[in-house]
């Protein structure tokens, strides 16, 4: 597509439930980055997938947080037992390889924890 | 954890007049990225200047780079409305395996029309 899609733009849901938030890169971007940006923490790096490699998990905040990424492509970031602190605007970001630097962030998905 | 602060937290002013924004940041890094966010969702992709380089243009942006001091500032000139946004610098760290971003804390820009 033309950029980063993330679904759903909203999510309401009541604490103690499970969450699944979906990323879609732009196709041919092997790199991609899950952000989150909330009000007491600002934007804090959650987790970091690389090709075929480990990812990078050392951002999840805790367990109840795992992401997974099937075929290289879409992205899944998994909340269970949501917690009202966990209410924030999930951003995810992709990069092209050979160029790294550069992130190309979606619109986010914004999400309240009753 | 933030890499380190912007200042101002906030900025008000006329269409027109250029914006300054400062940001400082604590570690090494390989380069470091301004972004702009629109109504708290996608961040915009503005600039990167590299560790080596001290001042980039792009547009009616500059950014210059002080690795010494280790902080940047963003000017806006001939600021418009629509450059009402957060501004956030990111920087970038390869020494691990992970290219993440830490962001500061934002400035947010409003341009009176």
């Known amino acids: 597509g033309a950029g980063v899609s993330q679904s759903p733009s909203n999510k309401v849901t009541e604490k103690g439930k499970d969450v699944e938030l979906r990323c879609d890169p732009i196709?041919?971007?092997?790199?991609l980055y899950w952000y989150r940006q909330s009000l007491g923490q600002g934007l804090e790096f959650l987790i970091y997938?690389?090709?075929?490699?480990?990812?990078?998990k050392s951002g999840l905040p805790s367990d109840r947080f795992s992401a997974e990424r099937t075929g290289g492509s879409v992205s899944t970031l998994t909340i269970q037992r949501t917690q009202q602190e966990d209410s924030a605007v999930y951003l995810c970001?992709?990069?092209?390889?050979?160029?790294?630097?550069?992130?190309?962030f979606g619109p986010g998905t914004r999400l309240l924890v009753l | 954890s933030q890499q380190g602060e912007e200042d101002p937290q906030a900025l008000s002013i006329q269409e027109g007049e250029n914006a300054t924004m400062n940001c400082s940041y604590k570690t090494s890094i390989n380069n470091l990225q301004w972004y702009r966010q629109n109504s708290g969702r996608g961040l915009v992709h503005l600039i990167l200047?590299?560790?080596?380089?001290r001042e980039k243009h792009s547009g009616r942006l500059r950014v210059t780079l002080d690795t010494s001091k280790k902080s940047s500032s963003l000017l806006i000139t001939a600021s418009r409305a629509a450059d009402t946004a957060s501004y956030f610098c990111a920087t970038a760290n390869y020494g691990g395996a992970t290219n993440k971003l830490i962001f500061g804390t934002g400035t947010l820009l409003a341009v009176q029309p």
């Open positions: 970001a992709s990069s092209f390889p050979g160029a790294l630097e550069t992130q190309y």
């Open positions: 200047i590299r560790s080596n380089e």
């Open positions: 196709s041919g971007h092997t790199a």
């Open positions: 997938f690389q090709g075929n490699s480990a990812p990078d």
